[in-house]
C-alpha cells in the first residue's frame, strides 16, 4: 500500500496525487487529506488515519509513505512512531517548516481547493520542536529531488540524507517536482523493497 501525503496548501485531491494514483495502478494507493500548516492537528489525523489503514493491510504487504514537501516532513515523523512503514519517500522534503514557512505568514490559498487560510506565526514557529528529529536509522529511504527547486534548494537534503539512502537528483525541474515519471520506477522499488522474502 502507498499512503501519499501532500504539502504545504494542498490536499489529497492534488494533481500530484491524482497522478501518483494513475501510475501506480498495479497498487493500493490513498492519498490523505490534512492540516498541513497546524502541526498538532495534521498529527493527530495522520495518526488516526495510518491506524486504520495500517488494520487494513494484507498480509506481507509493505507500507510505503510518498510525502511530498511538508509531506516529506511528516513522513519522517510518523516513521518514527509506527513500525509498520517498510519505506519513506520524500519529494523535494521540508527540513525547516519553521523558516521556509516564514515567507507565506499571513492568507494563503488552497492550490487543489481553491479554500482560503490563514497561516500565523504560532503555526510556523510550533514546527520547530519538531526539526530536530531524525529518521530511525532502520527506515528505507528514497529521496527525490529536482535541482531547480526554488523553495527548498535541494542540496539541503541531498546532503542530509545521501549516506541514510537512497537519493536522486534530477536536472531542472521545480519544487513541485517535474520528474515523477522517470521517478516512478523507483517508487515502485520502494514498495518492493518491504516485500517479505
Same mark, same amino acid.
Given at each position: 500500500m502507498f499512503?501519499?501525503?501532500h504539502?504545504?496548501?494542498?490536499?489529497? @485531491?492534488?494533481? $500530484?496525487?491524482?497522478?501518483? $494514483?494513475?501510475m501506480l495502478t498495479d497498487y493500493r494507493f490513498m492519498a490523505l487529506t490534512y492540516p498541513a500548516h497546524r502541526i498538532e /492537528?495534521?498529527?493527530?489525523?495522520? +495518526?488516526?488515519?495510518?491506524?486504520?489503514?495500517i488494520r487494513q493491510l494484507l498480509p506481507g504487504e509493505p507500507l510505503v509513505l510518498i510525502g511530498s514537501s511538508l509531506g516529506g516532513f511528516y513522513a519522517k515523523l510518523l516513521a518514527r512512531e509506527f513500525d509498520a512503514i517498510n519505506h519513506v519517500v520524500m519529494i523535494n522534503p521540508a527540513l525547516t517548516p519553521s523558516r521556509t514557512l516564514q515567507q507565506v505568514i499571513g %492568507?494563503?490559498?488552497? =492550490?487543489?481547493? &481553491?479554500? !482560503?487560510?490563514?497561516?500565523?506565526?504560532?503555526?510556523?514557529a510550533a514546527f520547530q520542536p519538531?526539526?530536530?528529529?531524525?529518521?530511525?536509522? %532502520?527506515?528505507?529511504? %528514497?529521496?527525490?529531488?529536482d535541482?531547480?527547486?526554488?523553495a527548498i534548494p =535541494? /542540496? /539541503?537534503?541531498y546532503e542530509k540524507y545521501r549516506e541514510s539512502?537512497?537519493?536522486?537528483? =534530477?536536472? @531542472? &525541474?521545480?519544487?513541485?517536482? !517535474?520528474?515523477? %515519471? !522517470?521517478?516512478? &520506477?523507483?517508487? !515502485?522499488?520502494?514498495? +518492493?523493497?518491504?516485500?517479505?522474502?
Open positions: 499512503i501519499y501525503l504539502g504545504f496548501a494542498s490536499s489529497a @485531491g492534488s494533481e $500530484k496525487a491524482r497522478e501518483l $494514483k494513475a /492537528q495534521a498529527l493527530a489525523t495522520l +495518526r488516526d488515519e495510518l491506524h486504520r489503514h %492568507t494563503n490559498r488552497n =492550490y487543489s481547493t &481553491g479554500e !482560503e487560510f490563514v497561516l500565523t506565526q504560532e503555526e510556523v519538531y526539526e530536530a528529529l531524525e529518521l530511525p536509522p %532502520t527506515t528505507r529511504l %528514497t529521496v527525490l529531488l535541482e531547480g527547486d526554488e =535541494y /542540496q /539541503q537534503a539512502g537512497r537519493v536522486v537528483v =534530477y536536472p @531542472g &525541474g521545480s519544487h513541485r517536482f !517535474e520528474h515523477l %515519471t !522517470e521517478a516512478v &520506477g523507483l517508487i !515502485e522499488d520502494a514498495h +518492493r523493497s518491504g516485500v517479505s522474502p
